[in-house]
């Protein structure tokens, strides 16, 4: 069943939807795509406030009836750069039909053009194929690690890098 785009509301981080949040990607990340990362290690998750909302950096939420849909966060890693995290969809919530990951991603991108940002740099995992054709359609270019810059929060599962320079 596909959602009802007309439903889905694009919010800043609220922390009454924290445990709605870990609901929806942990699951994704340890059920559906077997990553091995548990909700423990990532501290950017238990800690969106301190990570994300920082500088130049936020987290959002799409919401569907009060629902965790979607979520993307980006973190100021300084020179105008930022790191973007978290981007998960609910499964029916996926496609271009449904548009909830292209409505992340434009407010992700007028967020930074509205602060300044000229650099969206972001990491994945190789088993998340439909993940990293959405960001190359959305003008991410695949990166090699090295070429990140000394301040991107690496995570250790990740496995393929993109950047995406802003106009």
Known sequence: MQLNMTKVEIAEYD?????????LIVPIQEIEFRVNITKEEQPDLLD???????GSG???????NDEVVGTVGI???????????KMFVRSDARGKSAG???ALMQRVKQWCR???????????????KAAQ????????????????PESFPIVSVDTKF??????
Request: positive net charge; aromatic residues 12%.
């Open 15 to 23: 922390p009454r939807f924290q445990s709605r949040i870990e609901d």
């Open 58 to 64: 936020n987290f959002w939420l799409a919401l569907s």
């Open 133 to 148: 054709r959405f960001y190359e359609k959305n003008d991410f270019v695949e990166i090699d690690r090295q070429a990140l």
């Open 162 to 167: 993109y950047v995406c320079q802003l106009s």
């Open 114 to 128: 509205a602060k300044g940002i000229k650099t969206i740099y972001l990491g994945t995992v190789d088993q998340m």
């Open 75 to 85: 973190v100021d890693i300084g020179s105008n750069s930022v790191a973007l995290k």
């Open 100 to 102: 909830v990951a292209a």
């Open 48 to 54: 969106i406030r301190g990570t994300f909302q920082q």
